[in-house]
């Protein structure tokens, strides 16, 4: 053992070594789609990582990077046709990591768009619905949002959904308050969930930016993912014609189908955000020097070093495989349930031992590792908490619903 650390990193840079892929999932991906990944990332470490600090502090999301994300065509790639890459289920998970590893609230920006919005339309809408958004939202000329929950419901959506949707002639009649809803302070089209007034049903509408009736407002005071913009929503008689009624998107059965794809998208940004951490702590423990030498020397940073790296690599791996059973079309909702439980928990575990490892310079933005921190606690409670999500898995072992 040398005193000087083999790998020791200036500590110039917001980015630190790239080390987090222990099991090499990179390997498992054509030489194109690496060759995109590393554009993507070289992309994000050279002109979003070093400002991303400052977004963070102020709450501002930075706008530059769609046109860019636009250029190296990513939008919708795990969808076929409409103007999508096609790049399928993997791509798109490690295409999550490499956002997140950045900054958390990149991912959950471009999940927003990608995985929800143009994911229930994927999933929910009609052929002519399809040709009609998918391709500009591909070319992110048009950015997607997705609103279920409400001020008063978030993980009982299935049964409390307040928003109602009453049938007016060619048109629908939306009124309610949504809450939390990711891009919509700026984006063009939302997803609304709403509860048809006939038939008690659940039903999925595109809300256009610009509709009467339809208003945002940003919600401030937020201490995690702060880049991302979350907004109130009020529908207020807010009309949509009949042609805005996603034609598959008839119960909330319709609302769990997407759902059950996007978790997977979240177990992907969660398992980018411990990566990110569990990075920055390697790179400042091997530069940091106390007691004459670097904290790396030290057995029991070690020990929290060789942690972080175990509950990502699982983290990861796990998402692999799950990847591996979408694209297969054999996913099933308890098992991606299982991943987002497991991967959001262990990586709260991941970036509160990253930020140990910075000490008191850990709660410092400067150092970087407390933005993941505190993005890890948002990761944790949205798409289903943790508790939802293993009341979907003992569902699934025991056959017995305990949600009640
Ligand atoms: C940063 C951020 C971004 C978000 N983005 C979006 C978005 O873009 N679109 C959108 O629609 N929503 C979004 N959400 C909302 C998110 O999905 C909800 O916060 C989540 O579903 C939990 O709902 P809740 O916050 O109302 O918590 P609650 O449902 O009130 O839960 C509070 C606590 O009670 C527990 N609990 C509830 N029911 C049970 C039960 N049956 N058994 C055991 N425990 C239970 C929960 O697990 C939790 O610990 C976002 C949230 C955050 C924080």
């Not at 977004?55 to 769609?66: D, G, K, N």
């Not at 993980?155 to 009649?173: F, H, I, M, Q, Y």
């Not at 769990?256 to 990566?275: E, I, N, P, S, Y």
Request: charged share 20%.
């Amino acid at each position: 053992m040398t005193e000087e650390p083999a790998d020791a990193w200036s500590g110039s840079s917001p980015v630190p070594p790239n080390r987090g892929d222990f099991y090499n999932l990179l390997a498992l991906l054509p030489d194109d789609q690496r060759a995109l990944l590393a554009d993507v990332r070289h992309y994000l470490e050279t002109d979003i990582a070093p400002v991303i600090t400052e977004h963070w502090e102020r709450a501002e999301f930075p706008a530059q990077i769609v046109p860019a994300l636009a250029k190296m065509n990513l939008a919708g790639s795990k969808f076929t046709g409409y103007g999508c890459p096609g790049q399928g289920e993997l791509f798109h998970g490690l295409l999550n990591v490499e956002l997140a590893r950045i900054d958390p609230s990149l991912a959950v920006f471009f999940g927003g768009h990608d995985g929800l919005g143009m994911g229930t339309i994927a999933l929910c809408g009609s052929e002519e619905q399809k040709q009609r958004w998918l391709p500009p939202m591909a070319r992110m000329e048009k950015i997607g949002a997705f609103a279920l929950t409400e001020p008063d419901v978030g993980s009982d959506a299935a049964r409390g959904l307040a928003t109602t949707a009453r049938r007016d002639g060619d048109t629908w009649v939306l009124n309610g308050v949504k809450k939390w809803i990711g891009n919509a302070t700026w984006c063009d089209l939302v997803v609304v969930w709403a509860r048809d007034e006939a038939d008690g049903q659940v039903k999925g509408f595109v809300v256009e930016r610009g509709t009467p009736g339809f208003t945002t407002e940003k919600m401030h005071g937020k201490t995690a993912l702060r880049i991302m913009q979350n907004a109130l929503i009020t529908l207020d008689d807010c009309r949509v014609p009949e042609a805005n009624r996603l034609e598959h998107a008839n119960s909330f059965a319709d609302t769990a189908r997407v759902l059950r794809t996007t978790r997977l998208m979240v177990a992907w940004q969660a398992a980018g955000t411990g990566r990110g951490a569990f990075e920055h702590a390697l790179a400042y423990a091997t530069r940091r020097t106390q007691f004459g030498r670097p904290i790396a020397r030290f057995q029991l940073v070690q020990d929290l070093l060789a942690r972080m790296l175990a509950n990502t690599t699982a983290s990861l791996t796990m998402c692999a495989r799950l990847a591996e059973l979408a694209q297969a079309g054999d996913m099933q909702e308890e098992q991606v349930s299982l991943a987002k439980m497991y991967v959001t928990t262990a990586t709260r575990e991941t970036v509160g031992w990253a930020r140990e490892v910075f000490g008191g310079n850990g709660v410092l933005l400067d150092h970087h590792v407390t933005r993941y921190t505190n993005d890890a606690e948002a990761i944790y409670s949205f798409e289903g908490t943790r508790e939802i999500n293993s009341l979907i898995v003992g569902r699934a072992l025991t056959g017995i619903s305990a949600f009640v």
